[in-house]
T-cell receptor
Framework: DTEVTQTPKHLVMGMTNKKSLKCEQH?????MYWYKQKAKKPPELMFV???????INESVPSRFSPECPNSSLLNLHLHALQPEDSALYLC?????????????FGDGTRLSIL | DAKTTQPPSMDCAEGRAANLPCNHS???????VYWYRQIHSQGPQYIIH???NNETNEMASLIITEDRKSSTLILPHATLRDTAVYYC????????????FGKGTHLIIQP
């Protein structure tokens, strides 16, 4: 069991659909992250939120729209995705501020684009 | 953040110690060495981290050389459940700026 909960675990959508991925943590962490992981590749950073503000966007296409409605929740809104966007989407969180704070990951949402 | 180099794969017998090396020759003084692992179909799991001194927790030990240019993660008594991809990551502070994953080492524990 992980302390970062991601829903849904699996999602299949067409290229014209709009869907959202959800991530929740109740550890009081103030930094939250989205990563994308293609099959047999390492995770790649997409977005970082710090104190509910977007602090890093790794040049992600606008069809991915992150949202942090409060300190416990992180959403990733999806629209007009392409088949190459099929991947495992991982959420993570960490303490913010002092020195060395490890990230805690959820088990991801496996996304398939038809 | 400094780049890391790890062997692509390693085997270890169940019950033996697994020693996973990592080279980070360009590490700077304020950068930490972190280890994560990813078991198939799960998210990455934090294992341990250190700055200069050797560290030990309930999962593993981390040995950092005196010049800090390399480190070794030690799983003292490997089990089949330790089969995973292990990532060595060097980062300033604690990861609030996002992690850059390399290809990692695929550790296979043999029965």
């Amino acid at each position: 069991d992980t302390e970062v909960t991601q829903t849904p675990k699996h999602l299949v959508m067409g290229m014209t659909n709009k869907k959202s991925l959800k991530c929740e943590q109740h550890m009081g962490h103030r930094a939250m992250y989205w990563y994308k992981q293609k099959a047999k590749k390492p995770p790649e950073l997409m977005f970082v939120y710090s104190y509910e503000k977007l602090s890093i966007n790794e040049s992600v296409p606008s069809r991915f729209s992150p949202e942090c409605p409060n300190s416990s929740l992180l959403n990733l809104h999806l629209h007009a995705l392409q088949p190459e966007d099929s991947a495992l989407y991982l959420c993570a969180s960490s303490q913010r501020g002092a020195g060395n704070q490890p990230q805690h990951f959820g088990d991801g949402t496996r996304l398939s684009i038809l | 953040d400094a780049k890391t180099t790890q062997p692509p794969s390693m085997d270890c017998a169940e019950g033996r110690a697994a020693n996973l090396p990592c080279n980070h020759s360009t590490i700077s003084g304020n950068e930490y060495v972190y280890w994560y692992r990813q078991i198939h179909s799960q998210g990455p799991q934090y294992i341990i981290h250190g700055l200069k001194n050797n560290e030990t927790n309930e999962m593993a030990s981390l040995i950092i050389t005196e010049d800090r240019k390399s480190s070794t993660l030690i799983l003292p008594h490997a089990t089949l459940r330790d089969t995973a991809v292990y990532y060595c990551i060097v980062i300033t502070g604690g990861g609030a700026d996002g992690l850059t994953f390399g290809k990692g080492t695929h550790l296979i524990i043999q029965p």
